[in-house]
């Protein structure tokens, strides 16, 4: 059970995407930030889960459990052959199996707000612009009214929709911004979730150092401001908790490998009568990636996996181990899987069967960075920080897991939320808890 001590009315869950542990000498510094730390928990060893996807790990922020039962195993369900910009994504509510937070924070009569929130389309989320792309010749603005609350979403778009272009940052992330602060205002929300992007495509497209680093992480700064001044506003400070959280880490990347390339080489994808088909097939998590297997394809198995094998000794490939069950059940993934693979830091995984197999990224003039790699890999952590009336000043929690986010927020808000594999992070709070 939750103590009543601690009970907040409102809390703002910020996903800070790919705010990790190399972002926080300078992140902690800057002047909004700073002020939650100083009145509040913190750590830079947020343990994510495997693999590292955005989508996998906000299912998990959530529930609360591991991917092995919320059922997002990957930003997008298995579609070979599909080009990456005309996949689905794990867009909906009903692609996660279990319970959420905010599910039971609507139960109990609490009011929830969700601004780009990965996988909550047609949530049971009062006021939400959900996450959800428009592909092929759908309609971006008729996508979101139908998945999510329409009133309100066309609300914002009337009010700052002139402030976005398209997609591009930082005019997104400050787009959402200006929903988060409206509805905080506006509708005093008990739970807003707000996921922010910049510094995660950031990254992506120029690398994990440089000023484009900087830049982004000074304006997600004053975003912060924005909404902390928006609370005080509101006159809910003195009953609002700020949880600020990264799902992952990135590593730089030199080389893509397309691991499809050499399973099509060797007859495993192949063509029949003008249509692409396949035996064994790579689905590419960027660090990670998912051998798919036709079911009870023996002989498919079998050469897949001696080929794979032979490229990891080969040592060119980028491929660090192929975990099979044993070590998959110790990562919680799920059953379906009986294979995966794990890149070495500088290399990455797609799923393009028609490209080299190896691609020099600086050849090209291209900088990237990605994620999807093991939580276990060194250096690889992100950070957390809790900011309120009732946590623990400058209280360096140590490790923790994007698992224990949902129970964190369940007993913040004083209701029940069992069968999490995380756990309440109750050291936070002042007055000391006894469950």
Same mark, same amino acid.
């Given at each position: ?5 601690? +009970? #907040? ?10 705010? !990790? ?5 300078? *992140? ?17 060893? /947020?343990?994510? /889960?495997?693999?590292? @996807? ?24 298995? =579609? ?6 005309? +996949? ?12 959420? /937070?905010?599910?039971?924070?609507? #139960? ?34 008729? %996508?979101?009214?139908?998945?999510? !609350? ?41 739970? @807003? ?15 994990? %150092? ?23 506003? *509101? ?14 880490? =990135? ?31 790579? =689905? ?9 297997? #036709? ?5 498919? +198995? ?7 094998? +032979? ?9 660090? !181990? ?19 693979? &794990? ?8 799923? *393009? ?23 276990? %890999? ?13 946590? #623990?000043? &400058?209280? &360096?929690?140590?490790?923790?897991? /994007? ?23 109750? &050291?936070?709070?002042?007055? !000391?808890?006894?469950?």
């Amino acid at each position: 059970m939750s103590s009543k001590a601690n +009970q #907040k009315k409102h809390i703002i869950v910020i996903s800070y995407d790919a705010f !990790s542990e190399d972002n926080w000498e300078m *992140a902690s510094k800057q002047p909004n930030l700073s002020k939650l730390i100083k009145n509040g928990a913190y750590t830079t060893k /947020v343990k994510s /889960v495997y693999p590292t @996807l955005t989508y996998v790990i906000h299912a998990t922020y959530v529930t609360g459990v591991y991917p092995n039962k919320h059922g997002v195993y990957h930003n997008n369900p298995f =579609q070979p052959f599909v080009a990456e910009e005309d +996949q689905s994504w794990h867009w909906f509510r009903r692609d996660i199996k279990v319970p959420t /937070v905010y599910d039971e924070v609507t #139960k109990r009569g609490m009011r929830v707000a969700g601004i780009l929130w990965p996988v909550s389309g047609k949530a049971s989320i009062n006021y939400n612009i959900p996450e959800i792309k428009a592909i092929k010749n759908e309609n971006q603005a008729i %996508k979101i009214l139908k998945n999510g !609350s329409p009133i309100f979403s066309i609300g914002m778009e009337l009010k700052y929709g002139r402030y976005r272009k398209g997609i591009e940052q930082p005019y997104l992330d400050d787009f959402s911004t200006m929903c988060a602060v409206d509805t905080i205002k506006h509708k005093k929300p008990n739970l @807003l979730l707000l996921h922010l992007i910049e510094l995660d495509e950031a990254k992506h497209a120029l690398g994990t %150092k440089g000023q484009h680093i900087d830049q982004a992480i000074q304006r997600m700064d004053k975003r912060l401001g924005d909404i902390m001044d928006a609370v005080e506003d *509101a006159g809910i400070k003195e009953n609002t908790t700020f949880i600020v959280v990264g799902d992952h880490g =990135q590593l730089n990347v030199r080389y893509k490998v397309y691991l499809n390339r050499l399973l099509k080489d060797h007859g495993l994808i192949y063509e029949e009568n003008g249509e692409m088909k396949w035996r064994a097939y790579v =689905q590419g998590a960027g660090g990670a990636a998912y051998l798919h297997v #036709k079911e009870g394809d023996l002989e498919a +198995q079998k050469i897949a996996l001696e080929l794979l094998d +032979q490229a990891r000794e080969e040592n060119c490939y980028g491929i660090e !181990s192929i975990f099979t069950r044993n070590d998959l059940d110790a990562l919680h993934v799920d059953t379906k899987f009986h294979y995966m693979i &794990e890149a070495k830091e500088g290399y990455a995984f797609a799923d *393009a069967y028609d490209e080299p197999i190896i691609v020099d990224l600086h050849e090209r003039g291209i900088k990237y960075a990605t994620h999807g790699y093991s939580p276990n %890999k060194p250096n690889y952590t992100s950070a957390l920080v809790i900011s309120g009336e009732d946590i #623990k000043n &400058e209280c &360096e929690l140590g490790d923790v897991e /994007v698992i224990d986010i949902a129970p964190t927020i369940a007993n913040i808000l004083g209701i029940d939320f069992p069968n999490c594999d995380g756990r309440a992070l109750t &050291e936070i709070f002042k007055i !000391s808890v006894k469950l």
